[in-house]
């Protein structure tokens, strides 16, 4: 009996408890949520590819997200390990080697992040380029993607050589860090907004129902929360270069959480309209033809509802390319 009451003791005192010092239970809670529901958004959007386009070869759409969600599970690792225990905790609470241990860590965990935004962005500009055969939108995609690599390419190498040579955690002579922090939030938001405005823009002139044309701007435009995530970030940042940067900062690296977070997402929400209506379709087809059985929600099912979706949106694009074309040569005296 003894034994036992002295384990439940030594469980007791290893317990996590939330301080006004100690908040980095509520971080570390919080990125293993968020990375539980980006795995789900992630296994949605491969099961979707699975049954939807199981027949189509993998894309490069299809390689970038997944590479996105391998730097993001990695982000999210660097935050819940031992070493980033520094967050959210009282700068008197952590020795010297702790803060050199973290700071290590975060310099990896900020690598990590640009690199899994990065790749959830181009994601998507992949998967504009290849919706729309107009040549206008096809550029405005390569000029999209330019900028995301573009930033992206400037925020790694400012992060890898933000010391010269060195460490964060062995120079005190560093880069403006607060500076590059406001371009990396203000690029990406901005990068965002474009990911917002050019689907739109290229669905709405189309001829399909209006119901449908609001649902899929709708899921592009999930990218908003994004946006919303980083504006709450960026109005956290001056905390970082407080004395007590280890708990007062700690919001911004809650907001960082749900940027990575809401921009995966974001990339995979436009998945969902694909599955709803390849779903619908395979049960119209299973009603249509007797008897009803589970064969009849075959994988067949939801690549012919699929592909049917497709062609329709895709005789819609060549139509509206086709009018503006003769819109042109009308301008032109060629009629």
């Not at 009996?1 to 036992?4: A, W």
């Not at 002139?205 to 209006?210: A, E, G, I, R, V």
């Given at each position: 009996?003894?034994?036992?009451t002295?384990?439940?003791?030594?469980?007791?005192?290893?317990?996590?408890?939330?301080?006004?010092?100690?908040?980095?239970?509520?971080?570390?809670?919080?990125?293993?949520?968020?990375?539980?529901?980006?795995?789900?958004?992630?296994?949605?959007?491969?099961?979707?590819?699975?049954?939807?386009?199981?027949?189509?070869?993998?894309?490069?759409?299809?390689?970038?997200?997944?590479?996105?969600?391998?730097?993001?599970?990695?982000?999210?690792?660097?935050?819940?390990?031992?070493?980033?225990?520094?967050?959210?905790?009282?700068?008197?609470?952590?020795?010297?080697?702790?803060?050199k241990?973290?700071?290590?860590?975060?310099?990896?965990?900020?690598?990590?992040?640009?690199?899994?935004?990065?790749?959830?962005?181009?994601?998507?500009?992949?998967?504009?380029?290849?919706?729309?055969?107009?040549?206008?939108?096809?550029?405005a995609?390569?000029?999209?993607?330019?900028?995301?690599?573009?930033?992206?390419?400037?925020?790694?190498?400012?992060?890898?050589?933000?010391?010269?040579?060195?460490?964060?955690?062995?120079?005190?002579?560093?880069?403006?860090?607060?500076?590059?922090?406001y371009?990396?939030?203000?690029?990406?938001?901005?990068?965002?907004?474009?990911?917002?405005?050019?689907?739109i823009?290229?669905?709405y002139?189309?001829?399909?129902?209006?119901k449908?044309?609001?649902?899929?701007?709708?899921?592009?435009?999930?990218?908003?929360?994004?946006?919303?995530?980083?504006?709450?970030?960026?109005?956290?940042?001056?905390?970082?270069?407080?004395d007590?940067?280890?708990?007062?900062?700690?919001?911004?690296?809650?907001?960082?959480?749900?940027?990575?977070?809401?921009?995966?997402?974001?990339?995979?929400?436009?998945?969902?309209?694909?599955?709803?209506?390849?779903?619908?379709?395979?049960?119209?087809?299973?009603?249509?033809?007797p008897?009803?059985?589970?064969?009849?929600?075959?994988?067949?099912?939801?690549?012919?509802?699929?592909?049917?979706?497709?062609?329709?949106?895709?005789?819609?694009?060549?139509?509206?390319?086709?009018?503006?074309?003769?819109?042109?040569?009308?301008l032109?005296?060629?009629?």
């Open positions: 009996m003894g034994d036992s002295n384990g439940f003791d030594s469980l007791a005192s290893e317990s996590v408890v939330v301080e006004d010092s100690n908040l980095n239970p509520v971080i570390q809670l919080t990125t293993w949520l968020l990375l539980s529901l980006t795995t789900l958004a992630f296994s949605f959007r491969l099961l979707t590819r699975f049954f939807i386009k199981g027949e189509a070869p993998f894309s490069h759409e299809d390689a970038l997200i997944v590479l996105s969600y391998v730097f993001c599970f990695g982000e999210s690792i660097t935050m819940v390990i031992p070493e980033s225990r520094i967050i959210g905790r009282d700068a008197g609470m952590i020795s010297d080697d702790e803060l241990a973290g700071l290590k860590v975060a310099y990896s965990r900020d690598i990590l992040f640009v690199l899994s935004l990065m790749f959830a962005k181009l994601s998507v500009c992949a998967s504009l380029f290849s919706l729309s055969p107009n040549q206008f939108h096809r550029r995609t390569r000029i999209l993607s330019s900028t995301i690599l573009l930033w992206a390419i400037t925020c790694l190498l400012s992060t890898i050589f933000q010391c010269g040579t060195h460490g964060p955690w062995e120079n005190d002579s560093c880069m403006d860090w607060r500076t590059f922090l371009y990396e939030g203000l690029l990406n938001a901005f990068t965002d907004v474009i990911l917002v405005i050019v689907p823009a290229m669905i002139p189309l001829h399909m129902s209006f449908i044309k609001v649902t899929i701007m709708f899921l592009y435009s999930a990218r908003l929360l994004t946006i919303t995530a980083i504006v709450c970030q960026l109005i956290y940042l001056p905390r970082l270069f407080e007590n940067f280890t708990l007062r900062g700690y919001p911004y690296f809650l907001c960082m959480q749900l940027v990575q977070f809401t921009s995966f997402s974001s990339a995979c929400a436009v998945y969902f309209l694909l599955f709803l209506r390849s779903l619908q379709s395979g049960f119209l087809q299973a009603s249509n033809s008897p009803f059985t589970s064969a009849n929600l075959s994988a067949s099912s939801y690549i012919k509802g699929s592909r049917e979706g497709m062609s329709i949106m895709q005789g819609s694009c060549h139509e509206a390319d086709h009018r503006m074309r003769e819109r042109t040569m009308l032109r005296g060629e009629f």
